[in-house]
């Protein structure tokens, strides 16, 4: 049974603005399917395999307020038309960083290899090869979109603007995530969209405090996907301990339970901790995977699978190093050892119809979680206990924090930049203010350009580069994207 779409294809643009809400019915029918994905084209025979490795690349560059009358533009324009500042010199080279995948899955798959590859471009780096014109990017890309490249390729979903989840106000984290299928589906088509099954967090960045974790995931499985995938120190098991040494390579069930002490799980892939950009960037992975074995998950043995993601375009080892070994490995694996690459999805997929149940995977919780549930009675979980216990923890533990964890553990998303967080939670609450009763009385509200404007720029202040990239110039661009989008609500 083919993957429904919906009875009309979205314009890229709408309202003079890109494509990211108006469509929402449509895309829950698309997205909200129980339909195999990359079973049906898989070419590997899992009995024969060992053990696996699923590489993803992280692409991204934010949307900021300076062209040349301070308009929206794509900060790779910027590095194009300001060569001189900084790193921009390299502006040519993320440009080809962002496209050559194109190039090299046909090329491999045209020598007979078996290469695999996950995709995950945030949304607004998407918007910004549409509005420069890089219709060479964007092609490149379609041509990995179409089925004749499944099971080769497969795309991750993520949060429209970059948004690091924990601190993205919590009724924005969907917004965040139909923006991005919706954009998504705009270029590449509602069939494409309708094979989005993972989900790849900006930053790796997994929140711990009870009630933003549940309603994340909650939106994420509303929003159709499978499986997420998350750092394997931001993780723990029930009991607070690290994750069993071979459990991070397997799928786990992470299972989020909020202040109410309702629960809800997703599948959860591990990447597992290191330098990112180095590992993939070197195909460790592979090499990590030679050295692995097949696993009991319930009655089935299966094979490991290393799980790695990094930035696709950043630092001399992304744009050197993985151009030199990425090819390589696929040629190599043409005389099987017994390693595979797999996507994400697909390893999933293969395991389960091996036999493999969900309920057979390691169970994990958000890092700091358990000992929330340690001073609190699940059965009896309230609001104002959980709170209760939160504070109690932050006042006589140190090392418990609501801050979430991300890739990298020395680096707070909320310490330092309250003159961030601030402006970016007023505008999402005035935000609310002034449009959710209006689109609950008439959900064709989302298809106006007032509400579609503020919608842009209450995800663009919320993008994480305007705290990651320091105080200044960056803080200074999200403050400017703050006061347009207050105009805009007032």
Request: aromatic share 10%; net charge negative.
């Amino acid at each position: 049974m083919p993957i429904a779409t919906a009875s009309q294809d979205l314009s890229i643009t709408t309202n003079g603005l890109p494509n990211i809400c108006g469509w929402e019915s449509d895309i829950a029918t698309v997205v909200n399917h129980n339909q195999p994905i990359f079973l049906p084209h898989s070419n590997i025979n899992l009995e024969q395999v060992n053990a696996s490795f699923a590489c993803a690349l992280h692409m991204h560059q934010p949307t900021i307020p300076a062209g040349a009358n301070g308009e929206l533009i794509c900060n790779l324009q910027h590095m194009f038309e300001h060569p001189n500042d900084g790193d921009n010199h390299n502006a040519g080279v993320f440009a080809w960083c962002y496209s050559r995948m194109g190039d090299w899955i046909p090329e491999l798959v045209a020598n007979g290899c078996n290469p695999r590859i996950m995709l995950d471009y945030s949304g607004n780096l998407l918007w910004g090869f549409q509005q420069m014109g890089r219709n060479d990017i964007l092609d490149n890309l379609k041509k990995l979109t179409d089925s004749q490249y499944q099971p080769y390729v497969e795309w991750l979903g993520t949060m429209w603007s970059h948004a690091v989840v924990p601190s993205t106000p919590i009724p924005d984290i969907k917004l965040q995530i139909q923006a991005w299928q919706h954009y998504f589906a705009a270029i590449f088509g509602f069939e494409a969209l309708g094979r989005v099954k993972g989900f790849s967090p900006p930053e790796m960045h997994l929140p711990n405090n009870p009630d933003t974790l549940y309603e994340y995931i909650k939106a994420l499985k509303e929003c159709g996907y499978r499986w997420l995938l998350v750092q394997e120190h931001s993780v723990a098991r029930l009991d607070g301990a690290s994750l069993h040494h071979d459990h991070k390579y397997l799928p786990n069930r992470l299972v989020a339970r909020n202040s109410k002490g309702e629960t809800i799980s997703i599948t959860a892939l591990i990447k597992t901790q290191g330098s990112d950009t180095k590992l993939v960037a070197q195909m460790q992975p592979y090499h990590e995977a030679k050295g692995r074995g097949k696993q009991q998950l319930g009655d089935i043995s299966v094979p490991s699978c290393v799980s790695q993601i990094a930035d696709g375009e950043n630092g001399g080892v992304m744009m050197n190093e993985f151009a030199r070994d990425y090819q390589p490995v696929w040629h190599e694996l043409k005389d099987n050892s017994g390693v595979v690459g797999l996507n994400g999805t697909e390893y999933i997929e293969l395991i389960e119809a091996a036999g493999v149940k969900p309920e057979d995977y390691p169970i994990c919780q958000a890092v700091g979680q358990h000992k929330i549930w340690q001073q609190v009675d699940v059965d009896n979980a309230t609001p104002e206990k959980v709170a209760q216990a939160i504070a109690h923890l932050q006042s006589t533990d140190h090392q418990f924090h609501m801050d979430g964890a991300s890739w990298t553990d020395d680096l707070s998303w909320v310490k330092g930049y309250e003159n961030v967080l601030e402006p970016m939670n007023q505008l999402s609450a005035m935000f609310h203010q002034k449009y959710d009763t209006l689109v609950a009385q008439d959900p064709a509200t989302t298809k106006t350009k007032e509400y579609q404007e503020a919608l842009l720029y209450v995800m663009l202040v919320e993008t994480s580069c305007f705290r990651y990239w320091g105080q200044g110039t960056w803080t200074d661009y999200a403050r400017e994207l703050f006061r347009r989008g207050e105009e805009l609500l007032k």
